[in-house]
């Protein structure tokens, strides 16, 4: 009995109980010849590959080689990317020869260079951008760029004033594009300026036009604003240039100032008409929905706008007042006295025009009395002349455009949906009094004048319903249930489809590659781990009940082990991994323990006299 325990307590034994490997702990549980021992022996093949693994997975120090080994790998990253060249833009958007005269340059220059995606720039590194423009500005690269007026500062001896006068119209077409590339939706811009030439007759001069094209981001567009922007700049940088002269296009061919419309307003007057109108109907609509529902009311209001400026004058004077409370303006007195030398005597007739007499002496009177015919009286004359101030009032008028001179409003109502006692609905047409209040209300919304000459028509009729072709299929034919069906049944379908791979291809693949843990304590799982039908090594056949001497008797440690067969038990070796099978070795080794602990007690014994 010693023997067959030492036969079964071996170094093999002690190293697999120790060092936790599978392979020997198998050699010392296992020892029967025959197919346990080939058994065992495919065990082993298997513990040997994954050895390595093994001693790496139980080695404490493995996380932290592998910890320092990644640190090291990011570190070396880290510092790789950051010596890696920041590449800017250089130029953009250049032409095909300018982009090839300046690449050849650079390769020349031995200077780094990447194009992007599209080829549409070319990226230098960060820190020789300004070195590099300089360069390429030395050599004239590049060639297609807009040139200001730095064109001016090149001008030959003895050029001629067409010429002259081209390159001036040349230098203010480059620096316009040069201010309107500056505006930040604008990738690039041409300005192209048709100045006429100038002369001395009044009624021949003409006015310059400009027509201006941008390029604008992707995905970026120009407002009004900005577009009313450009354009004023633009006109206001040549001389004699109206505004409505110029003309804004995008690189899409789209129109994007303003045109006059063919009814004399341009765009915005007309937008300001349509607006006006609009608001007028969304008042109108926003009255009567409660009255009559929603759909129930429409409105469509037509509006005559006077855009025309008008600037008037005018002086008024008023009526004469009270003279004794009127302000006196000017007043003129002017007074005169007239001595006669004598009066006019004799009969009135033809005698009167007879020849004078010859003169007599004149008798002269005596002193206090008067001769006959004696002198007429002296005669005065006084004039005066008094100005009042007027009562004068000056009015000046300046009415801006944009006032409104006619509405006209066309109102058209459903009729009304009236319920009787039975529940039964009808359309009823609106009395004359609701008809009348509904008129008065419109009126009142769209701001009625009649002095303005405006128009009201409210019309109360039927509305056409267009009946629904689906609305009367029951719900299990409506479009909506049948899409909804489809997708539901395309949902299930993957489901079931998930469903069955998994149960016939991923759950059994599962199963081979981890396979159930026998429970402890079983003697028939613990004596098929032993890897064979035989036992322990030296103790007969598995039929046999095996005895080991404890020093008091024979006592039974196992029962009979089942037969397995061999096809399953390599197939079962085969897929077991590393821990499954020491855990089955150390199950095996508790069941012993539990069943007699005197051997373990022989164990312990004689691995202390091997060590002695």
Not at 173 to 182: F, N, Q, Y
């Amino acid at each position: 009995m010693d023997s067959q325990a030492n036969s079964l307590i071996n170094p093999d034994a002690r190293m697999g109980l120790a060092s936790a490997q599978p392979g020997a702990a198998a050699g010392a549980l296992t020892g029967a010849a025959g197919a346990g021992a080939g058994a065992a022996e495919l065990g082993g093949g298997f513990a040997q590959r994954f050895s390595s693994l093994s001693q790496m997975r139980t080695n404490p120090r493995a996380p932290l080689i592998i910890a320092v080994a990644v640190l090291i790998a990011v570190v070396a990253a880290l510092v790789l990317w950051t010596r890696s060249p920041d590449y800017h833009v250089l130029y953009s958007s250049l032409s095909d020869q300018d982009g090839g005269a300046i690449t050849a340059a650079l390769q020349q220059a031995n200077v780094p260079y990447k194009l992007s995606e599209n080829g549409s720039a070319i990226l230098v590194p960060a820190d020789q951008v300004a070195d590099v423009r300089l360069r390429l500005a030395s050599q004239g690269l590049p060639k297609s760029g807009s040139v200001g007026m730095e064109l001016m500062d090149r001008e030959k001896f003895g050029i001629s004033q067409f010429a002259e006068q081209v390159n001036y119209q040349r230098a203010l077409e480059g620096e316009l594009e040069r201010t309107i590339e500056s505006v930040s939706v604008v990738r690039k811009a041409r300005v192209h300026l048709a100045i006429p030439k100038p002369t001395v007759f009044v009624r021949d001069r003409e006015a310059p036009s400009a027509s201006v094209l941008v390029n604008l981001y992707p995905g970026r567009t120009l407002d009004e604003g900005q577009v009313s922007a450009i354009t004023h700049m633009v006109a206001s940088s040549v001389p004699q240039l109206p505004f409505k002269n110029v003309t804004v296009v995008d690189q899409d061919g789209n129109m994007l100032t303003q045109p006059s419309t063919g009814s004399g307003l341009d765009a915005t007057q007309l937008k300001y008409v349509q607006q006006v109108e609009r608001n007028t109907q969304r008042r109108i609509d926003a009255i009567l929905a409660p009255l009559f529902g929603a759909g129930n009311a429409h409105s469509q209001v037509s509006a005559d706008i006077d855009f025309s400026q008008l600037e008037q004058t005018a002086e008024t004077y008023g009526p004469n007042g009270n003279p004794q409370q009127a302000a006196i303006r000017s007043q003129q007195t002017s007074s005169a006295t007239e001595m006669n030398q004598g009066g006019a005597s004799g009969v009135p007739g033809a005698l009167s025009n007879t020849p004078p007499q010859p003169a007599s002496a004149p008798v002269v009177a005596a002193s206090g009395a008067s001769a006959s015919g004696s002198v007429t009286p002296v005669s005065e004359r006084k004039d005066a002349t008094t100005n009042y101030e007027l009562d004068k009032h000056i009015s000046h008028v300046e009415q801006s455009m944009g006032g409104i001179k006619r509405l006209s409003a066309a109102v058209v109502i459903n009729y009304k949906r009236v319920v009787d006692a039975k529940g039964h609905a009808t359309m009823q047409p609106l009395t004359a009094d609701e008809y009348a209040k509904v008129t008065q209300l419109v009126k009142e919304a769209m701001g009625y004048d009649e002095k303005r000459g405006d128009s009201v028509n409210v019309v109360n009729s039927t509305f056409s319903v267009e009946e629904d072709p689906l609305a009367n299929l029951p719900w299990w034919r409506q479009p909506a249930m049948i899409a909804l069906a489809i997708q539901a049944a395309k949902w299930i379908g993957i489901g079931i489809v998930a469903l069955v791979i998994y149960l016939m291809m991923v759950k059994p693949a599962l199963r081979r590659a981890f396979p159930p843990l026998p429970a402890p304590g079983s003697e028939g799982e613990a004596a098929a781990a032993g890897a064979g039908a035989g036992g322990i090594d030296g103790l007969g056949s598995p039929d046999e009940p095996v005895l080991i001497d404890g020093g008091s008797g024979p006592t039974p440690v196992g029962g009979t082990a089942g037969k397995l067969d061999e096809g399953m038990e390599i197939n079962l070796l085969a897929f077991e991994n590393e821990k499954q099978k020491f855990e089955r070795n150390l199950d095996y080794a508790r069941t012993i323990a539990r069943k007699d602990p005197k051997i373990v007690a022989t164990v312990v014994k004689n691995w202390v006299s091997d060590e002695r």
